[in-house]
C-alpha cells in the first residue's frame, strides 16, 4: 500500500508536510482575528474558541473543536512527513504500514478547511456591527489547512475499508 | 482464522445502523434547541439552526445564509437518508446497482464534513463576542446535540462497509 500510495513524487508531499507543520506554529501563536465594538477591543487566538467552550462547561464541544481543527490535521501532516520521507525515520515497514492504516482512517475527522470556512462565514455575519481585522494567525492557518488539502491528494488510503476490517489488506502487503 | 469471504464480513450494516438511528435521533433536539444565544445592551436572542439562517436571510447575506442551511440542515438529513437507502440496499443484497451504491457511498463519506460548519462557527464566534453587557455570544444545548448527530453521522458512515454493496467473489480455488 505505501508503494503504490503516493499518486506525485515524495517530495512534494514531503515538503507540503513540512510547510503545514511549520506553519502550525504562528497559526497558534499569532492573533487570529480582532474585534472591536464601541472602544472594546478583543484578539481572539486559534485556540480562544475552545477555550471559551471550555470554560463554560462545553468541554466535550471544546474537545472536539481542538481534536478537529488543530491536533489532527497536525498528526495528519506529521504522518505524511513520516511516511514521505526519503531515508525513513527508521521505521520497520510494519509499522509504517499501521501509520498509514490509522492516519487513512483518521483522515475524515481532519477537518481544518471546515473550520476556515467557518471562520469566513462567521466575520460576514458579525459584518458591519463590529470592526475586525483578520491576524495573521489566520492566514498562516489557511496556509495549513491548504498544505494538508493538497498533501492528503498525495496520498491515497484505502479508507473505504474500517480499521476492523482490515487485517486482510495487512496480510496481502506484507512480503 | 476468518474462513467467511469479505462479503460476509460480520461487520458493515448493525453497528452502522444503530449509529445511524443514534444520529437520527440526536438530530431532533439539534433543530429543536437554541444552538446560540447573542445578549446585547439588554437583549436577549436565542437561535436555532434554522433561524439563524433566517435571520441571515432576512440580513441580505443569501449565499452565507445558503451555506449554513445547506451544511447544518441539508446535508445531515440527506446523508442520513442516503445512509439509510445504502443499509437497505445492503442487507437486501447486490442488485447490479453496486458501482453506483458505492459512489453515494463516497459522496456521503466526503460530504459529511461539512456538517461541522457550525460547531466551528459556534465555537469561534463564542471566543471572538464577548463584550460584556454591549455583546456575548453564548453556546445553548442545541450545539451539543447537533454535534452529537455529525458526529455519531460520520461513525456510521465509517463503520459501514461498502464491500457489503456487492457481490461476494468467488472462492479460490485449493
Known sequence: MLERGARSGPDKALALSITGLALSVPATLLPFVSAGVLGGQRTSLLFTGVGSLWNGGMRPMAVLVFVCGWLLPLALLASFAILRAPSGPGLEKPALLRLSRVAGALERWAIPEVQVLAVLVALMKLGDSVDLTIGPGFWCYCGMALSLLVARHSFEFDSTVPLQNAGHLEVGARP | ?174
Not at chain 2, 46 to 52: K, N
Not at chain 2, 80 to 101: C, I, K, T, V
Open chain 2, 1 to 174: 482464522m476468518n474462513a467467511l469471504p469479505a462479503h460476509a464480513a460480520p461487520s458493515g450494516t448493525s453497528s452502522s445502523a444503530a449509529l445511524a438511528l443514534a444520529a437520527a435521533a440526536m438530530l431532533v433536539p439539534a433543530n429543536l434547541l437554541p444552538v446560540l444565544s447573542t445578549e446585547s445592551s439588554g437583549s436577549n436572542r436565542s437561535d436555532t439552526i434554522l433561524s439563524g439562517v433566517v435571520q441571515l436571510w432576512r440580513q441580505g447575506l443569501w449565499a452565507i445564509a445558503a451555506i449554513v442551511f445547506t451544511a447544518s440542515i441539508l446535508i445531515p438529513f440527506l446523508k442520513l437518508a442516503g445512509l439509510a437507502w445504502l443499509l437497505f440496499n445492503a442487507h437486501r443484497g447486490p442488485a447490479g446497482n453496486s458501482r453506483r451504491l458505492t459512489r453515494i457511498y463516497a459522496t456521503i463519506d466526503f460530504i459529511g464534513r461539512w456538517s461541522m460548519l457550525d460547531v466551528f462557527l459556534a465555537a469561534f464566534l463564542t471566543g471572538l463576542v464577548q463584550f460584556g453587557e454591549f455583546s456575548t455570544v453564548v453556546p445553548r444545548s442545541g450545539l451539543i446535540a447537533f454535534a452529537a448527530a455529525v458526529v455519531l453521522t460520520v461513525l456510521a458512515t465509517q463503520a459501514f462497509d461498502p464491500r457489503r454493496l456487492w457481490p461476494a467473489p468467488a472462492p479460490c480455488p485449493p
